[in-house]
């Protein structure tokens, strides 16, 4: 690439929080519903709608036409969705759901990046909320993080889960363990996925997530299959289990706390006993331009979710479970045509044994 | 497009924000500075040197190598710049200072846009600087937000009057009125660059400013050709003149207000009088993908700058100047090719004469 190349590539970064916002106001806003309810507004009929001055919407709406996004009557000055209108409303709701999440656990958040990468903590966090943590604890108390991150959390494990379950093997009868299972999801489609008889699920958690997560199994009828232990990962994981599954976790940590997890899960594993991991990953080819987890998540644990950690290639995860002394027994990268368009994170899943 | 292409392109524009500060946190942190310094340090070594861990310099990393700006040799672990090599660290300091100034005048403010298009006033000043007023009021006040300003709008003047003053004509001896002229930066460059016998020029703006501008004057031994008057455009506009600069200003308002300053332009000049504009535009293709004056000031002038405003295509100023009661005798957009391939705005030069 010429010099001038690259810096025409720095005006797209440029432009980018910009773009990202008046395309998230005209949701916001309610133009684009709007438009879907009645096409062929004007900026007028569109600002008393919404509450804008006209000028104001016409100012918002010129990208969208540029994008193609809507469609602009010059001579009539009347507005209708145009790519918009092709794309079904549940589609729609996603993505608007996830660009809330982005502008409200990152937008301004990004602003302490640097301060965040020196210091090892979320300083945009500390700034907004004057909470000191992570994401995930914040998103326990302040609701205005919690509700639009949980939607995107359920949105993306409704998504994944199934795949993950259909490619793991979870022997009948078998006790399983949920590392840092949550209130008690990633139990409930375990037990509800492949249930056999004598099949146990145990979340594995803080304690202070047992009430909720016993709650959850009464709810969904899987309280006799189900229970809680109480603990932390990196203290000691509870023995006597046949697989243990990591689910939405190893991303969180660097090397060194990834390795103490593998290693701690493979002490409390007998011979034979098994890992199901399923995890974040960079494509092996770093230049993949399709793939967009570069794109997003190295910002988002830095900067707004942990203050440290990040996702790794496969390839990375799987030495680190060979040095941990797991034999890896599978490693399936999701395909990217299986997910929707919008989606930024491409999981994987990774199965290994303990053999020695 | 069909809806995957509408919801992939979605994607790129979620994934604005954390590039944006990905790339310029490694600006921030010095990593690129050290990389050119000492090509070929590993994340370990560049984490020593620029205070942040070897994992977290190695998660920022990943984009810049996707987009092929550093490389990283896998077998030694080594990062070199790929090509930002190539860009001349002048170009590079004046794409970071832009980014430094998107960063801190647009970034976190853009969180409350739609509550800025509602009101039309700036939320984010007021959440994040207890400011009530425009930017530029801000910017007086505020030396974080007033500093990457004026850097970045002394480069954008110092690259764009040149071109301005080349081509307008401003008669010998004339009297000249610089509107909203601010501190007298353009009334200098006035003087510079048309100096005849007898040419005068004057700084219009409001009362507070007349001290820094006679200042200015003299710190540039122009005072005995400039002076400075003191008045708001919207209540009067001073006779007596030949020629009336608007320069960067008729972007900050809307239609109804932007026809009230050519209206009284017009009031103030005698047949024959001649107004020059200097004034970023929209493409009149909309959809011309070259230009990212669309993409940027929309929510810059609605959420980060005035609440309202924006530019408008040149035919629509033109159109606006012809019902204030003017003819337009010029109209010429600058040429994209002369702007740094990291500029955003395209701006355009108007003449008009007032005829009758």
Known sequence: MTAEGTLARFR?????????????????????DALRANPGMTAAELG???????AAVEQLLFLLVKEGFVAYDEASGAYTLDTLAEVPEAELKGVVDFMHF?????????FYLTESVRTGKLVGLREFYGFEGTLYEAAATHKDI??????????????????????????????VLDLAGNT??????????????????????LPEREEDCLKNFREHGVEEHCSFIGGNVFDSIPKGFDVVLIKHFIDMWDKDDVLKIF??????????????????????????T????????????????????????????????EEAGFTVTQAIPKDPADLPPYALPVQAILSATKTA
């Open 12 to 32: 797209e970064y440029m432009v980018g929080p910009a773009r990202f916002m008046n395309l998230l106001t005209c949701f916001e806003l309610g133009i684009i």
């Open 290 to 321: 399709d793939n967009y987890t570069i794109d997003f998540f190295p910002s988002f644990f830095l900067g707004c979710s942990m203050g440290y950690g990040g996702p790794q290639k496969l390839s990375v995860y799987r030495s680190w479970l």
């Open 146 to 175: 919690g509700d639009p991150w949980s939607r995107v959390m359920n949105a993306t494990t409704a998504r994944i889960d199934p795949w993950f379950f259909d490619n793991i093997d979870v022997p009948s009868g078998a006790r």
């Open 102 to 110: 982005i502008k409200v656990v990152t937008l301004r958040q990004l």
């Open 184 to 205: 008690g999801l990633g139990a409930i489609h375990t037990y509800k996925r492949k249930a056999s008889p004598g099949l146990r699920v145990t979340t594995f958690d």
């Open 263 to 288: 290693e701690c899960v493979n002490q409390s594993l007998e011979v034979g006993g098994q890992v199901h991991i399923l995890v974040p990953i960079y494509p092996e080819n770093v230049k993949d």
């Open 48 to 54: 008393t709608v919404v509450g804008a001055t006209p």
